[in-house]
């Protein structure tokens, strides 16, 4: 078998192998006060399931940079081809859902962030018609917020992760927990930026009865977020938003500075693993996959 092939076969394997235990860590834990701490330790918490799968990925990239090509091993082709198919199904799954969002038309709401790469807020003649100029600072800082950060290519990434790890309800109230916090976070930094905390909520509940009465929307198209299951459709949560907003903005620079492990950190912290997991694989692959090949030969 082709070295190219046999390794995407056992990156589906071995990775859907390790995922489906992870997908099973708990869907919420507790979080702090803070908004923008919270959001980025959720953040976190989405990804941690998948990060094994990246090492294992690694690992098996250092095992094919020694291994010949056409990998000789003697193994039973279709035993192993046949032990991949439902992750290789899994895996197509949620590629074809994430392409799906990028190809349909999104579901045209009063105040929304688009684009992946470039984000841009759009903006419905709607609102100038139901919101006095102050409601319209507050949605405007709001969806500014979320673009800046990029959010709808985050949320658009959290739920390819999400989709990876089908069909365990955890990973499901992982992505909800995060999306929840997620807009605490960007309803914080508009007022931040100077909106009103009563402006914005005024214009959220509007713009939640327009979207009731609209097509339900994707995930991270609009001016909720894409957070109709997780903000219009529960109550509780709804109306949290709205007592958060109402309340005075809390001050989390304490909080801010007292938080541990920095995004940059983390992510140094992935890329050091991933080389290691590289340079295992590249001096260890082999002593642990051609054991495999001869068990599947006999098996």
């Given at each position: 078998m082709g070295r190219e092939t046999l390794l995407t076969v056992l990156t589906l394997l071995f990775g859907g192998l390790v995922l489906q235990p992870f997908a099973l860590l708990p869907g919420r834990a507790p979080l702090p006060a803070a908004p923008r701490i919270a959001e980025r330790r959720a953040w976190l918490r989405l990804w941690l399931p998948v990060l094994p799968v990246l090492v294992v990925g690694a690992c098996l990239c250092g095992w094919a940079l020694r291994e010949p090509d056409p990998v000789r091993a003697r193994?039973?082709?279709?035993?192993?081809?046949g032990a991949c198919v439902p992750f290789a199904v899994l895996a197509l799954r949620a590629a074809l859902r994430a392409t799906w969002v990028l190809v349909r038309e999104p579901v045209e709401l009063p105040i929304c962030t688009a684009g992946l790469w470039r984000p841009r807020v759009l903006f419905n003649p709607y609102l100038a018609?139901?919101?006095d100029e102050a409601q319209i600072h507050a949605a405007?800082?709001?969806e500014r917020a979320h673009a800046r950060h990029r959010d709808p290519l985050r949320i658009w990434l959290a739920q390819l992760a999400t989709d990876l790890q089908w069909p365990w309800p955890r990973a499901q109230r992982r992505?909800?927990?995060?999306l929840e916090i997620l807009e605490h976070a960007r309803d914080d930094e508009a007022r931040r930026h100077g909106a009103s905390g009563t402006d914005l909520a005024a214009a959220l509940v509007a713009t939640a009865r327009k979207?009731?009465?609209?097509?339900?929307?994707?995930r991270g198209r609009g001016w909720l977020a894409g957070t109709e299951p997780a903000l219009l459709g529960d109550p509780r949560a709804f109306?949290?938003?709205?007592e958060r907003l109402l309340a005075p903005l809390p001050d989390d620079a304490a909080a801010e500075a007292a938080t541990g492990l920095s995004q940059p950190a983390a992510l140094a912290l992935v890329g050091v693993a991933l080389c290691t997991a590289l340079a295992l694989g590249a001096a260890f692959g082999n002593d642990v996959l051609h054991p495999f090949f001869l068990w599947t030969w006999h098996a």
């Open positions: 193994f039973d082709h279709g035993m192993v081809v018609r139901t919101f405007l800082e709001h992505f909800e927990a995060w979207a009731r009465a609209a097509p339900r929307t994707d109306a949290r938003r709205i």
